[in-house]
């Protein structure tokens, strides 16, 4: 919650819910794929349960399946849209699992690099994060030019995997893939905001 004498609120990370590609462990970037029946049952079994906080403020990825997952689990908000939050880009990788890559040299490059070579024909994991990380910046300068009286207290985020891992690894620490997540679950952190400055002081999983 917001405790502007702290200058600290709450931030729902949740990743969006499963699409096909997701269940058959593709790489899903720039592709504007829909939730998967599946996916849209999972979510709103979790739902349900309560496992989704209630939130003040809503902010997605323009992706369908992140706008979709919006839409299930909070119908009676209308997200803000943040064009940054926007998955990475696989480039020639998109759309094929690892069985389909494996003798692929490219693939096997990537790799051997343990991913920190850019993806043929796509995006850098360094640019991806720069981007994502903007994208969060900006929502945290909005959030700090509200009146005290109209301030929210927990705000949520529908995004992808690796925004989650580029923002959490950047603002938190630890490495970029320790914040691997499943379809539809995430992560609640406390942030402490001054001037547009953020530090994380807490996070914990759904």
Known sequence: MRNRSKDQITIVLIRHGETKSNKEHRYLGRTDEELSNEGIIKLKELKNMNYYPEIDLLYSSPMKRCVQTASILYPYMQPIIVSDFK????????????????????????????????????????????????????????????????????????????????????????????????????????????????????????
């Not at 024909?121 to 009146?147: P, V, Y």
């Not at 959490?168 to 609640?188: A, H, T, W």
């Open 87 to 206: 998955e990475i880009d696989f480039g020639i990788f998109e759309g094929k699992n690892h069985i389909e890559l494996q003798k692929d040299e490219r693939y096997q490059a990537w790799i051997d690099s343990n991913g920190t070579l850019p993806f043929p024909e796509g995006e850098s994991k360094e640019s991806f994060i720069q981007r994502c990380n903007k994208g969060f910046l900006k929502i945290l300068e909005d959030i700090n030019a509200f009146d005290n009286d109209k301030m929210p207290e927990t705000v949520g985020m529908i995004v992808h995997g690796g925004t989650i891992m580029s923002i959490l690894s950047s603002f938190y620490g630890g490495d970029y893939y320790d914040y691997q997540i499943e379809n539809g679950k995430g992560f609640i952190m406390t942030v402490f905001i001054n001037n547009i400055k953020a530090k994380i002081v807490s996070v914990k999983k759904l």
